[in-house]
């Protein structure tokens, strides 16, 4: 975990647009979206929680003017339930990245070249993707502490 986070605090630079991608009605898949839900309104971050159709929010991202972009979804990477990644677009053909594969690609194409904006995929493992809601423990685990190390190496909102 120490790993992500300092490759975290590396790229999150500038005005930081965080989009959490992901069905939360298909157990671990939904991971993405509620880790966004979770830190929203908490950070001096643009927070946009996608559900599974994040090219549905393209306006509200380039609005607000971002240098640097996370997006945060569930990914095939044939790791362990849990385990995490950041990626950027070159890294995407390497993994198979699940049903998002294509068109997360061309989702980073397009937010590269309409913002000018750095972009990164926060990736975890999904363990289970079933019809169902809540996670499997590995991913829940990972959640919680992308959640504490987000709220850590992020500046906080502050509160008028």
Same mark, same amino acid.
């Given at each position: 975990?120490?790993?992500? @986070?300092?490759? &975290?605090?590396? %790229?999150?630079?500038? =005005?930081?647009?965080?989009?959490? *991608?992901?069905?939360?009605?298909?157990?671990?898949?939904?991971?993405?979206?509620?880790?966004?839900?979770?830190?929203?309104?908490?950070?001096?971050?643009?927070?946009?929680?996608?559900?599974?159709?994040? @090219?549905?929010? &393209?306006?509200? %991202?380039?609005?607000? =003017?971002?240098?640097?972009?996370? *997006?945060?979804?569930?990914?095939?990477?044939?790791?362990?339930?849990?385990?995490?990644?950041?990626?950027?677009?070159?890294?995407?053909?390497?993994?198979?990245?699940?049903?998002?594969?294509?068109?997360?690609?061309?989702?980073?194409?397009?937010?590269?070249?309409?913002?000018?904006?750095?972009?990164?995929?926060?990736?975890?493992?999904?363990?289970?993707?079933?019809?169902?809601?809540?996670?499997?423990?590995?991913?829940?685990?990972?959640?919680?502490?992308?959640?504490?190390?987000?709220?850590?190496?992020?500046?906080?909102?502050?509160?008028?």
């Amino acid at each position: 975990m120490e790993r992500i @986070e300092e490759l &975290l605090k590396g %790229i999150l630079k500038g =005005r930081i647009t965080v989009v959490g *991608v992901g069905n939360t009605e298909k157990g671990d898949d939904g991971v993405g979206h509620i880790l966004a839900d979770r830190i929203k309104g908490k950070l001096d971050a643009f927070v946009i929680c996608a559900g599974p159709t994040p @090219e549905n929010f &393209l306006r509200p %991202i380039r609005d607000s =003017r971002p240098e640097t972009i996370l *997006v945060i979804d569930a990914s095939e990477l044939g790791a362990e339930a849990g385990d995490a990644k950041l990626l950027t677009k070159e890294d995407i053909p390497l993994y198979g990245l699940s049903t998002h594969n294509s068109s997360l690609a061309l989702f980073f194409e397009f937010l590269e070249s309409d913002t000018g904006a750095s972009v990164y995929l926060l990736a975890i493992q999904p363990g289970d993707t079933g019809m169902r809601k809540g996670f499997s423990n590995a991913v829940k685990t990972r959640c919680d502490e992308l959640e504490q190390t987000l709220l850590r190496i992020l500046p906080n909102k502050e509160i008028h």
